[in-house]
């Protein structure tokens, strides 16, 4: 593998942090930019800037001196952050990934398996949203000046490994107690019972497909949908935890249309997730590969 200089965007939080040491441990050189209010990885040189404060990230990227291999944007939230990112970086790397989301999809149009491209997008009618500005992130890339430098853009779903907390779709995402929970036979609440399809990605699969991007032409200006292998219920996923705790598993079905009338801004999680691969897998790129049962027994051992 060719060592890379890699700038990340990010590198105190769960992806960017996940990616900061993957990338240090295949022998890269990394940067991290933060706002220096949690701790970094070991290892990388550390950046300290606010995106939001005007000219903080432009000073501290000209103050380093330094231009990169690759540069990922693991923060990015606004199309504001996305043109940031083309005036800062276009004449700094060859080669950008921007990190989206699967929630750029309108819930209620989606198709199964859904690829990549789509006449139904979540920002048709949501844009001040979280799926609806990443959308309007994508587009600042396809319709900006990035000159040389060539861009790549991720939709992951749910993301889980060690480094964050267990739990995925409302009620339950990111429970901090869900294993104590789970210990104690508490019931868990799942809209619909759980049948909601997803395809979870282990964060250290997504690392390595981002560190893969460089030197792959066919990966230049391309969006990809970003999951896991596999395709499981929702309450698999739950189920799988059981049984790496050796408990049994309580389920109680909440009415997905309930649910769904008094919470509308979570329309999102109220629909199956599962992506069409071909156009990853014919990249070169390193797809994920990791089984939900492997990473979440890493996942499950982090927090034991």
């Known amino acids: 593998m060719v060592k890379q200089k890699i700038l990340i965007l ?3 939080g769960f ?6 040491r993957m990338a240090l441990e295949s ?19 550390s950046l300290l800037a606010d995106r939001k404060q005007a000219g903080a990230l432009e000073q501290a990227i000209a103050e380093s001196g330094t231009e990169w291999d690759l540069v990922v944007d693991c923060i990015g939230f606004d199309p504001a952050d996305a043109q940031q990112d083309i005036a800062l970086f276009k004449e700094r790397t060859p080669r950008l990934v921007f990190i989206s989301t699967d929630f750029v999809y309108d819930p209620l149009r989606r198709v199964l398996p859904q690829g990549e491209e789509t006449e139904h997008y979540l920002l048709d009618y949501a844009p001040d949203t979280y799926g609806g500005k990443k959308r309007l992130c994508e587009l600042a890339f ?9 861009w790549t853009v991720f939709r992951p779903g749910h ?7 267990l739990g995925c779709l409302p009620l339950h995402g990111r ?6 929970k789970m210990r104690a036979g508490e019931t868990l609440q799942l809209v619909g019972g759980g ?6 990605v282990f964060a250290p699969d997504l690392a390595e497909l981002i560190l893969s991007v460089p030197g792959h032409d066919a990966s230049r200006n391309q969006i990809y949908c970003s999951p896991g292998p596999e395709m499981i219920e929702s309450k698999m996923y739950y ?5 790496l705790l050796d408990v049994e598993l309580h389920i109680q079905e909440l009415a997905v249309d309930q649910y769904w009338a008094e919470n509308p801004d979570r329309a999102s999680f109220l629909c199956h997730r599962i992506y069409d691969l071909s156009k990853l897998q014919s990249s070169g790129l390193r797809a994920p590969a990791t089984s939900m049962r492997d990473g979440l027994r890493r996942h499950v051992e982090s927090l034991a």
């Open 10 to 12: 990010g590198g105190s």
């Open 15 to 20: 992806v960017s942090g996940t990616l900061a």
């Open 27 to 45: 022998g890269h050189s990394v940067w991290t930019v933060t706002r220096g209010q949690r701790t970094t990885v070991d290892g990388a040189t």
């Open 142 to 150: 396809i319709n900006g000046d990035c000159g040389d430098m060539a």
């Open 159 to 165: 993301i889980y490994g060690p480094g964050s907390l």
């Open 175 to 180: 429970d901090p107690k869900l294993l104590a």
């Open 195 to 200: 049948y909601f399809l997803q395809q979870p």
């Open 239 to 243: 189920q799988i935890i059981a049984d």
